[in-house]
């Protein structure tokens, strides 16, 4: 083997190529139902017809559409990861602080933890600010995040390997208890048209928030917490889930 050369990356300019594989696991078929089924419980009967992703990444909701008939728009702060959506759809590159959209838009949805990407409760704080902005009254967000118990159960002193196509990944993953920091660290080995392998590097870092921090945070920003749900239920959900899904309604000025 000819010596390796490294490259550093941002957050999913790496991971992009490989992100549907190594998330191939997600079921997001039943997860697209579950959400269609909070809108329903919470929205009404009548599908949305705007509809907002946030941080949608390689869009899995777009192909097939979570709300077929609606006018849907998917943004995420990485190009790379949006160049890896198929199709024609509507797609911006922006931050979940600054969106590039006027609004008026019934449903926004922030899902498989995006939110604890926002590593500070400012930013967590701007986002939802954001998003009640480009809402319609009365429009619903609904976004999921992980959970310390998630973290301490699956990604505490974690190591995990897996062949790709013309790729080996590592994933060395830890939980920090103390400053409730999430650390995901990436680590590609890319076969080369030399012979050599090209290292890429990426560190992922997410903040484990309390529920409570969650509801503090979206009623200060102009929401009503309709629910915090267990997992991917419709009961009641805590710190002691792994995963809580929040459906949150735009109701007041921030």
Same mark, same amino acid.
């Given at each position: 083997m000819k010596t390796a050369k490294s490259i550093g990356a941002v957050p999913y300019q790496a991971l992009a190529p490989y992100y549907n594989h190594v998330m191939s696991h997600v079921d997001y078929t039943n997860w697209a139902k579950y959400l269609q089924t909070l809108w329903r419980r919470h929205g009404g009967l009548k599908p949305p017809t705007r509809v907002l992703e946030i941080a949608a990444g390689t869009c899995p909701f777009a192909s097939p559409a979570l709300f077929p008939k609606a006018f849907s728009v998917y943004t995420d702060l990485s190009p790379a990861m949006?160049? %890896?959506? +198929?199709? &024609?759809?509507? %797609?911006? $590159?922006?931050? $979940? %602080?600054? @969106?590039?959209? =006027? +609004? !008026?838009? !019934?449903? $926004?949805?922030?899902?498989?933890?995006?939110?604890?990407?926002?590593i500070k409760p400012d930013q967590?704080? =701007?986002? @939802? =600010?954001?998003?009640?902005?480009?809402?319609?009254? +009365?429009? @619903?967000?609904?976004?999921?995040?992980?959970?310390?118990?998630? &973290? %301490?159960?699956?990604?505490? !002193?974690?190591?995990?390997?897996?062949? @790709?196509d013309g790729c080996s990944s590592i994933r060395a993953s830890r939980y920090d208890a103390q400053t409730r920091m999430q650390l995901n660290m990436f680590t590609f080995f890319v076969l080369e048209a030399d012979g050599r392998y090209a290292r890429h590097e990426e560190i992922h870092r997410q903040r484990i928030y309390p529920a409570a921090t969650i509801r503090r945070l979206a009623k200060s920003a102009g929401f009503s917490v309709l629910a915090c749900l267990a997992d991917f239920t419709l009961k009641p959900g805590s710190d002691k889930n792994e995963r809580l899904h929040f459906v949150l309604q735009k109701t007041k000025k921030p």
């Open positions: 949006l160049q %890896r959506a +198929g199709g &024609s759809i509507p %797609r911006i $590159a922006c931050d $979940a %602080r600054d @969106l590039p959209l =006027k +609004g !008026d838009f !019934d449903f $926004a949805v922030m899902i498989y933890d995006s939110l604890n990407y926002l967590v704080s =701007k986002a @939802l =600010k954001e998003t009640h902005r480009v809402l319609r009254p +009365g429009g @619903l967000f609904v976004f999921d995040v992980t959970t310390e118990t998630c &973290s %301490r159960e699956h990604f505490s !002193d974690f190591i995990d390997f897996e062949e @790709l």
